[in-house]
């Protein structure tokens, strides 16, 4: 258990439909990140919240949106689904708060990933 | 902008052969560089990471990479080859230092390993 936690796990849905995707950061960890894995375009970056705010956004297309709630836990929301929206959506979690050092960068420590949630459009 | 190249989208060795995945990157900055493993049907798992100070890493399963400056490689390897170890390989950079940075990765080498 990475600690990072993604519901659900697998997901089918119709096109034209809208999807919730949920992730729980590990516990400490103030960055959430989104990637969308899929056979043709591989590792995707999505978007990055760090403590609630977007940091950076990659390709996510507008019928994507995603936030980050004040207890950490993220959503990415798909709407307008189509059928190559199926992939797997990975999110992972960085930044450990450390009082004794505002100057840290989170990417010293890598990124803990969750296990995945598994989108079929059919 | 950082990027990652990796060679080979497949490589296949024997039980107990040396492991060589390639990796080369592009950054206008000092990097940071990761290999992470993913199983089937798992998330991505942090293998190793080459920050600063010694080049020569050391990760987990008996893994390690050299960061080599000249070169912009970072490739991973591996003196034996265990059936354990067939899975795909990501080679990734720090986009930048701050805390807006975002890791890129590279498409991924497949690893499979024959008995």
């Known amino acids: 258990d990475s600690g990072v936690t993604q519901t659900p796990k697998h997901l089918i849905t119709a096109t034209g439909q809208r999807v919730t995707l949920r992730c729980s950061p590990r516990s400490g960890d103030l960055s959430v990140y989104w990637y969308q894995q899929s056979l043709d375009q591989g590792l995707q970056f999505l978007i990055h919240y760090y403590n609630g705010e977007e940091r950076a956004k990659g390709n996510i297309l507008e019928r994507f949106s995603a936030q980050q709630f004040p207890d950490l836990h993220s959503e990415l929301n798909l709407s307008s689904l189509e059928l190559g929206d199926s992939a797997l959506y990975f999110c992972?979690?960085?930044?450990?708060?450390?009082?004794?050092?505002?100057?840290?960068?989170?990417?010293?420590?890598?990124?803990?990933f969750g296990s995945g949630t598994r989108l079929t459009v059919v | 902008a950082q990027s990652v190249t990796q060679l080979g989208s497949h490589v296949s060795v024997s039980e107990g052969a040396l492991v060589l995945l390639r990796c080369n990157y592009s950054?206008?900055?000092?990097?940071?560089l990761f290999w992470y493993v993913q199983y089937p049907n798992q998330g991505l798992q942090l293998l190793l990471k080459?920050?600063?100070?010694?080049?020569l890493v050391k990760g987990i399963n008996g893994f390690e990479a050299e960061f080599k400056k000249s070169e912009t490689s970072f490739h991973l390897t591996k003196p034996s080859a265990h059936m354990s170890d067939a899975a795909e390989y990501f080679c990734?950079?720090?986009?930048?230092?701050?805390?807006?940075?975002?890791?890129?990765f590279g498409s991924g080498t497949r690893l499979s390993i024959r008995p």
């Open positions: 080459y920050t600063t100070g010694a080049t």
């Open positions: 950054s206008s900055v000092p990097p940071y």
């Open positions: 992972a979690s960085s930044a450990r708060q450390s009082p004794a050092n505002y100057g840290y960068t989170p990417d010293l420590y890598g990124y803990t």
């Open positions: 990734a950079v720090s986009e930048g230092r701050s805390s807006a940075s975002k890791i890129i």
